[in-house]
């Protein structure tokens, strides 16, 4: 139609060829697996992108064919970030952390024809390479040296002449790459996100409201990018040009620590179990490193206890809660203290950062209680059900995920929340983790927040257990600090003055470690099934 904006396609190649023209000169830091760093520039990643496609097209992969990765967070899985979607193939991260039998499931169902590993995640690898179809594989190594039938990832960069490559046009619509929803509450299922979807996350994620991201920043992402594509940052981070490091192999505290001080990091992401090690590390040595002043360190995938943000603060370490999900390429809100809060208490403020935020513009928010959609009033708990342009609108190969997505277009995300006026979320729990007793709810997620906050305590789950009166009972699992001890009441007084007397834990369990899903959150099937025979309330 005449007088209309051009119909420019929103592709990743779009983001690549930005990187190249404008930001050349900026650098991409990686910790090797022996520990020294690697360094180059975007002119050198987007010149071996270039290469990594013009190789998978040589080695015969097609447009809408996958192209796995088994990799760590390096600059070469970010060479295969691009170069992947950049002619049409589709970038599938394969997590490693999930067991052999998963990843047989989660290869095959997403046929994949290439599998891109690195040399050290081997060994995991032999585990189920010889149950899946996929039987072309390229090993990443430093020394060149890969096993027989396997082609080497260096050997086929160096056969390639960037000059052969040229920017591909296509529909944004394309599958881009796709993920695999880790389990914790079912069997995986795939999504692909689609080129849009990906561009269109990444400018939502840059706005200032959202993860404010700029050129001026130092990114390095802790989330792997074998999880939901690291929070879609290293898209992001090469959209806006930011200086960016990635950790490899190494995500124990001092070697992140290590990490932040040397490059100079200004935001960092991750889950909060990681979170937790580094504030147990800095506690206990806080004057060892030098960090940059308000280092912004975005945490998500499960709830941030409040007391974590709090201590963060006495470090000038800035914690900011954000909500998203595999489905939602992945970030859907946002706790960036708003300017209504500016002059609040601290504790309102803490309270503002330890929910979960406000949507990101385009990701719509609503929620269904028993009574239909839910008031905005803080107060009233619902499903929360969300629609947007980087929401996935099916699964892949999985029609028994169709009863996640409503009959008017919205995917309904599982979790519990509330929502107040100024479209705040407050996740009060997954639906499965409720604790319905005697007919009312009990947020899990509020009582292990508040368990955390206790100085002696390290990790708090809390679980239903069976009560022959009330039929659920909330259960707490307590891991305690290293040298510490704590009865159970010395914990239930603690908690009492935040709660109503029925929502406190029957029972507190102290353990030494509390079971993890492979994306690090706490594993509440196997501690329900673990503590399926406790009792509570029998005298
Ligand atoms: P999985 O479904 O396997 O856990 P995801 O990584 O997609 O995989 O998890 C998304 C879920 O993680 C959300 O539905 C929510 O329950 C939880 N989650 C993510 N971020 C937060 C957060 N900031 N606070 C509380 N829960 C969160």
């Given at each position: 139609?005449?007088?209309?904006?051009?119909?420019?396609?929103?592709?990743?190649?779009?983001?690549?060829?930005?990187?190249?023209?404008?930001?050349?000169?900026?650098?991409?830091?990686?910790?090797?697996?022996?520990?020294?760093?690697?360094?180059?520039?975007?002119?050198?990643?987007?010149?071996?992108?270039?290469?990594?496609?013009?190789?998978?097209?040589?080695?015969?992969?097609?447009?809408?064919?996958?192209?796995?990765?088994?990799?760590?967070?390096?600059?070469?899985?970010?060479?295969?970030?691009?170069?992947?979607?950049?002619?049409?193939?589709?970038?599938?991260?394969?997590?490693?952390?999930?067991?052999?039998?998963?990843?047989?499931?989660?290869?095959?169902?997403?046929?994949?024809?290439?599998?891109?590993?690195?040399?050290?995640?081997?060994?995991?690898?032999?585990?189920?390479?010889?149950?899946?179809?996929?039987?072309?594989?390229?090993?990443?190594?430093?020394?060149?040296?890969?096993?027989?039938?396997?082609?080497?990832?260096?050997?086929?960069?160096?056969?390639?002449?960037?000059?052969?490559?040229?920017?591909?046009?296509?529909?944004?619509?394309?599958?881009?790459?796709?993920?695999?929803?880790?389990?914790?509450?079912?069997?995986?299922?795939?999504?692909l996100?689609?080129?849009?979807?990906?561009?269109?996350?990444?400018?939502?994620?840059?706005?200032p409201?959202?993860?404010?991201?700029?050129?001026?920043?130092?990114?390095?992402?802790?989330?792997?990018?074998?999880?939901?594509?690291?929070?879609?940052?290293?898209?992001?981070?090469?959209?806006?040009?930011?200086?960016?490091?990635?950790?490899?192999?190494?995500?124990?505290?001092?070697?992140?620590?290590?990490d932040?001080?040397?490059?100079?990091?200004?935001?960092?992401?991750g889950?909060?179990?990681?979170?937790?090690?580094?504030?147990q590390?800095?506690?206990?040595?806080?004057?060892?490193?030098?960090?940059?002043?308000?280092?912004?360190?975005?945490?998500?995938?499960?709830a941030?206890?409040?007391?974590?943000?709090?201590?963060?603060?006495?470090?000038?370490?800035?914690?900011?809660?954000?909500?998203?999900?595999?489905?939602?390429?992945?970030?859907?809100?946002?706790?960036?203290?708003?300017?209504?809060?500016?002059?609040?208490?601290?504790?309102?403020?803490?309270?503002?950062?330890?929910?979960?935020?406000?949507?990101?513009?385009?990701?719509?928010?609503?929620?269904?209680?028993?009574?239909?959609?839910?008031?905005?009033?803080?107060?009233?708990?619902?499903?929360?059900?969300?629609?947007?342009?980087?929401?996935?609108?099916?699964?892949?190969?999985?029609?028994?995920?169709?009863?996640?997505?409503?009959?008017?277009?919205?995917?309904?995300?599982?979790?519990?929340?509330?929502?107040?006026?100024?479209?705040?979320?407050?996740?009060?729990?997954?639906?499965?983790?409720?604790?319905?007793?005697g007919?009312?709810?009990?947020?899990?997620?509020?009582?292990?927040?508040?368990?955390?906050a206790?100085?002696?305590?390290?990790?708090?789950?809390?679980?239903?257990?069976?009560?022959?009166k009330?039929?659920?009972?909330?259960?707490?699992?307590?891991?305690?600090?290293?040298?510490?001890?704590?009865?159970?009441e010395?914990?239930?007084?603690?908690?009492?003055?935040?709660?109503?007397?029925?929502?406190?834990?029957?029972?507190?369990?102290?353990?030494?470690?509390?079971?993890?899903?492979?994306?690090?959150?706490?594993?509440?099937?196997?501690?329900?099934?673990?503590?399926?025979?406790?009792?509570?309330g029998?005298?």
């Amino acid at each position: 139609m005449q007088g209309l904006m051009m119909n420019y396609q929103l592709t990743i190649p779009t983001i690549l060829k930005r990187a190249e023209q404008v930001y050349s000169y900026k650098k991409i830091v990686t910790r090797q697996p022996d520990k020294s760093f690697h360094e180059y520039t975007y002119a050198d990643f987007v010149s071996r992108a270039k290469k990594l496609t013009l190789a998978l097209q040589r080695l015969g992969v097609q447009p809408g064919e996958r192209v796995a990765t088994f990799c760590w967070n390096h600059y070469r899985h970010l060479e295969a970030y691009f170069a992947i979607p950049t002619f049409g193939a589709v970038l599938h991260t394969l997590n490693i952390r999930l067991f052999p039998e998963d990843l047989t499931f989660i290869a095959n169902d997403a046929n994949d024809k290439v599998i891109i590993i690195d040399k050290i995640l081997l060994p995991l690898f032999e585990k189920f390479k010889n149950n899946i179809q996929a039987r072309t594989f390229i090993v990443i190594s430093d020394d060149g040296q890969v096993p027989e039938g396997m082609y080497d990832y260096e050997t086929l960069l160096a056969a390639e002449n960037e000059a052969s490559f040229v920017y591909p046009d296509f529909d944004e619509n394309q599958a881009s790459a796709m993920c695999y929803t880790s389990g914790t509450t079912g069997k995986p299922k795939g999504v692909l996100y689609s080129h849009r979807a990906v561009v269109l996350h990444s400018m939502g994620a840059a706005l200032p409201d959202v993860m404010n991201l700029s050129e001026i920043d130092t990114v390095l992402p802790v989330v792997p990018m074998f999880h939901a594509n690291a929070w879609g940052l290293p898209y992001t981070a090469t959209m806006v040009g930011a200086k960016q490091v990635y950790p490899g192999p190494h995500l124990d505290a001092v070697s992140l620590l290590e990490d932040f001080e040397r490059e100079k990091v200004t935001l960092t992401a991750g889950v909060p179990t990681i979170w937790l090690g580094i504030i147990q590390h800095l506690e206990a040595n806080p004057n060892q490193f030098n960090l940059t002043p308000d280092m912004r360190m975005v945490v998500g995938g499960s709830a941030a206890p409040e007391g974590m943000i709090r201590n963060y603060d006495k470090f000038n370490l800035r914690v900011v809660q954000a909500w998203g999900m595999t489905e939602m390429t992945p970030l859907g809100t946002m706790a960036n203290l708003p300017s209504a809060l500016k002059d609040a208490s601290d504790d309102a403020k803490y309270a503002y950062r330890a929910s979960q935020g406000t949507p990101a513009p385009m990701v719509e928010i609503r929620a269904r209680g028993d009574e239909g959609l839910i008031p905005w009033d803080g107060k009233t708990m619902g499903e929360l059900e969300v629609r947007g342009p980087w929401i996935a609108a099916s699964y892949y190969n999985a029609p028994q995920g169709a009863d996640r997505f409503t009959e008017d277009g919205w995917f309904r995300t599982g979790d519990i929340v509330t929502i107040d006026f100024r479209g705040t979320v407050k996740i009060q729990d997954r639906s499965k983790d409720l604790i319905k007793s005697g007919g009312e709810w009990i947020s899990s997620v509020d009582l292990e927040n508040a368990l955390m906050a206790h100085p002696k305590v390290a990790e708090a789950a809390v679980i239903s257990v069976f009560h022959p009166k009330w039929a659920e009972r909330p259960l707490a699992i307590v891991v305690l600090k290293q040298g510490q001890s704590a009865t159970a009441e010395e914990l239930k007084d603690f908690l009492m003055p935040k709660f109503a007397t029925w929502w406190l834990p029957d029972a507190i369990e102290f353990v030494d470690s509390i079971p993890r899903t492979a994306t690090g959150k706490f594993l509440k099937t196997a501690l329900r099934e673990q503590f399926k025979e406790y009792k509570v309330g029998v005298s």
